[in-house]
């Protein structure tokens, strides 16, 4: 059985205690075998290979509740036609070198027989939910469904739980609730087609509150903004306002009701089933996400600081979910990087500073979504978060609100899968090592093949 040693690290170990300084972490074939006090490196005579982590941090691999396009199949709960498998690696690459080990794929319509195949593929543990109940299938179908085979149509989440699905989820999304996917995709897709002009996602976003209002409603149309929209994005003279209230209508509301009534009924499946339920809460869910707190299955409210929220509205209706027992998550998003949707980290840090977090997740963000390791640094700096409680937030605690996400997986303790990740203190987004199974996956922050 082959041995490594990390030596000499500071250990933040995923339970969210003080770190612990200058240890050796000992790992036997995949697992964690000891942690002691750092010994002299000629100590270890017969071990296969001893990493000087000295200076370094290491924490536990992390586990990522919330992702898109980490599975061979449909992309997103609208059933969007399926990236290439070569995308679909790239994708998973990315989050390795972010220092994530396991991933939920939350694209919902993805069989268990492509799940394993990704899962074979990569490093990355990928792990499978379902979104596959009717009236989720109506939306996927009626807002896209482009990427929907036969196969995956059949494959309910019924099926899919007694396949190894963890979650159902993500139950509504972007693409079939109105949301980002509407804004960075369906709706600068359909503008161009029509003017040739291709629009940014925050001026789609833009026209779209302007028709529908944050909450989605045919009745907050308001023309005056929609001008406003049209002349930010440079569009006066090429659609009117009428257009854009069809285009806008025509893309959202046609799944949204489907999507909505989709939440009660995945929550009811995910209660039989024994599973949690993984929802997109925004501003247009945020109703019928209150609801199913209050039943008595395991709610994942997703993305808590989503960007149709005003902020004092995604601090209280968070601290209301958390009250009912619901796990309140935040996205990375493109908070910190991209900012094509996200104006900037003030949701997150109000949402750590109200201490509703529960765990963190990336989500797509268009395929822009920030590190992990990046929204803690920029957090713990700020003051909001502790690095223990947020390194837990996106290790131990999405284990244990997921449970089959990542069983022995989470946290850095003997008897563990040793999925570890070494990184720089000063700047913690800078991933030197990955550890997946016992086995060196990064070095000196690059991809190696075993
Ligand atoms: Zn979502």
């Not at 612990?20 to 010994?39: L, N, Y």
């Not at 979650?167 to 609730?177: N, P, R, S, V």
């Not at 049209?230 to 009701?257: C, K, N, Q």
């Amino acid at each position: 059985m082959r041995t490594i040693v990390l030596h000499d690290g500071d250990l933040v170990d995923g339970t969210g205690t003080d770190p612990r300084h200058a240890v050796d972490i000992v790992v036997a074939g995949d697992t964690v075998r000891e942690i002691v006090p750092s010994r002299p490196a000629d100590a270890y005579g017969t071990v296969d290979e001893i990493v000087d982590v000295a200076g370094m941090l290491v924490i536990p691999g992390l586990v990522n509740n919330h992702t898109h396009g980490t599975a061979y199949g449909p992309l997103f709960p609208s059933g969007h036609e399926a990236l290439p498998h070569e995308r679909v690696l790239a994708n998973l690459d990315r989050h390795l070198l972010e220092g994530t080990t396991t991933v939920l794929c939350v694209d919902g319509f993805v069989t268990a027989e492509a799940l394993a195949r990704t899962d074979e593929a990569h490093p990355v543990n990928v792990r499978l939910a379902s979104c596959n109940t009717p009236a989720c299938l109506a939306a996927a179908t009626t807002a896209d469904g482009g990427g929907l085979t036969a196969a995956n149509r059949a494959f309910t989440a019924r099926d899919a739980v007694r396949a190894g699905a963890v979650a159902l989820g993500e139950i509504g999304a972007g693409h079939t609730l109105g949301g980002g996917g509407a804004s960075y995709m369906y709706i600068p897709d359909e503008v161009e087609r029509r003017t040739g002009v291709r629009i940014t996602p925050r001026q789609a976003n833009g026209l779209k509150t302007a028709v529908l209002g944050r909450h989605i409603s045919a009745s907050a149309f308001d023309r005056d903004a929609v001008e406003e929209a049209l002349a930010g994005a440079g569009l006066t003279g090429s659609l009117s306002a009428e257009d854009v209230r069809e285009i806008v209508s025509g893309i959202v509301l046609p799944a949204f009701d489907i999507a909505l009534r989709g939440l009660a009924e995945a929550a009811g499946q995910a209660r039989e089933a024994g599973v949690p339920v993984l929802v997109h809460n925004a501003a247009a869910s945020m109703t019928q996400v209150a609801a199913i707190a209050r039943t008595d299955v395991t709610l994942i409210a997703g993305h808590s600081n989503h960007s149709s929220f005003e902020l004092r509205e995604a601090v209280e209706h968070a601290g209301r979910l958390k009250e009912m027992g619901a796990i309140v998550d935040v996205s990375t998003l493109d908070t910190f990087g991209a900012r094509r949707l996200t104006t900037g980290p003030e949701l997150l840090y109000a949402m750590f500073s109200a201490g509703v977090v529960d765990t963190i997740s990336t989500d797509y963000a268009g395929g822009h979504h920030d590190p992990i390791l990046l929204a803690i640094d920029r957090s713990v700096r700020a003051g909001v978060v502790s690095l223990p409680a947020a390194v837990a937030m996106a290790t131990a605690n999405v284990a244990d609100a997921v449970p089959g996400v990542a069983p022995r997986r989470g946290r850095v303790a003997p008897g563990m899968i040793a999925d570890l990740v070494v990184t720089d203190p000063a700047r913690l987004h800078h991933v030197a090592t990955v550890m997946v199974g016992g086995e060196i996956v990064v070095r000196a922050g690059r991809r190696v093949k075993a």
